[in-house]
């Protein structure tokens, strides 16, 4: 046997921690709780809104809940699975009693500028960065990331297994509504405020009749389109390195970057 085949433990079996088991049945709140217990706290949640759509800003939140808050946040999910008047009511008990949070919002520009999952996980990076303090652990949706300065996990459908995440989805997703919201005042001739710049048959319809605004992504395909740019393959983000929770698109992804 040779010296590589062997692993040892540096510590004796008397020293060593026991082992975390989180099961996913256990609830929304068991990962938080397992990793305070093991001294691994504050954790913070991760989660953005807005990858697929292609117009508007793309909207990241870190969000930190107290322990004990269980009871208070029942019935915490993935914001994609809330009806718009259970996400608005969470998001205000969330800001008002989260122990902190942080919500990052990236423009167009930034997005065409560098990719939407570039601009993504740059956008992670920033809003845990500005947390007041400083997180133990990071959660995140689906994928791993790098680059927090701390210990991170990539929870697979964390915004339905951990609350932390549940509740930045909640915080992104609400901001980014409102923010189309407004932008439909200031542009109803694309329907921003039934669609949220999702690519859906009516949005391709209103850049057919009237093409991009400012607001639009131009790295699209379908937006590109609209111009006369090429239907080229311009990005391949979306799909790759992992793609938001399949309720974060519409079905129709016909003019989506591919």
């Known amino acids: 046997m040779t010296a590589r085949s062997v692993r040892r433990s540096p510590l004796p079996p008397e020293w060593r921690p026991s082992r975390a088991v989180v099961r996913r049945s256990s609830g929304t709140w068991t990962l938080q709780s397992t990793l305070h217990r093991h001294g691994l706290g504050p954790v913070a949640g991760v989660d953005e809104a807005g990858r697929g759509a292609c117009a508007g800003p793309l909207v990241v939140a870190a969000c930190v809940l107290r322990p004990g808050d269980a009871r208070r946040l029942d019935g915490l999910t993935d914001s994609k699975?809330?009806?718009?008047?259970?996400?608005?009511?969470?998001?205000?008990?969330?800001?008002?009693?989260?122990?902190?949070?942080?919500?990052?919002?990236?423009?167009?520009?930034?997005?065409?500028?560098?990719?939407?999952?570039?601009?993504?996980?740059?956008?992670?990076?920033?809003?845990?960065?500005?947390?007041?303090?400083?997180?133990?652990?990071?959660?995140?949706?689906?994928?791993?990331?790098?680059?927090?300065?701390?210990?991170?996990?990539?929870?697979p459908k964390g915004d339905q297994a951990a609350a932390c995440v549940a509740a930045a989805s909640v915080l992104a997703k609400v901001t980014r509504d409102r923010i189309m919201v407004e932008l439909h005042a200031e542009l109803p001739q694309y329907g921003f405020d039934a669609h949220k710049g999702y690519c859906t048959p009516v949005h391709d319809a209103a850049l057919a009749a009237h093409g991009p605004s400012a607001v639009h992504r131009y790295s699209f395909v379908n937006v590109r389109a609209a111009v006369g740019g090429s239907s080229a393959l311009v990005h391949n983000d979306n799909h790759r390195n992992g793609e938001g929770g399949p309720g974060d698109v519409p079905p129709d992804l016909g003019g989506m970057q591919q």
């Open 81 to 155: 699975l809330l009806t718009p008047a259970a996400r608005d009511e969470y998001y205000d008990l969330i800001v008002r009693r989260c122990a902190d949070s942080a919500v990052v919002v990236i423009p167009p520009a930034e997005i065409d500028r560098r990719g939407v999952h570039v601009a993504n996980i740059e956008g992670m990076r920033r809003a845990v960065a500005a947390l007041v303090t400083p997180p133990g652990y990071v959660l995140t949706d689906g994928f791993a990331v790098r680059g927090f300065g701390r210990p991170a996990l990539a929870v």
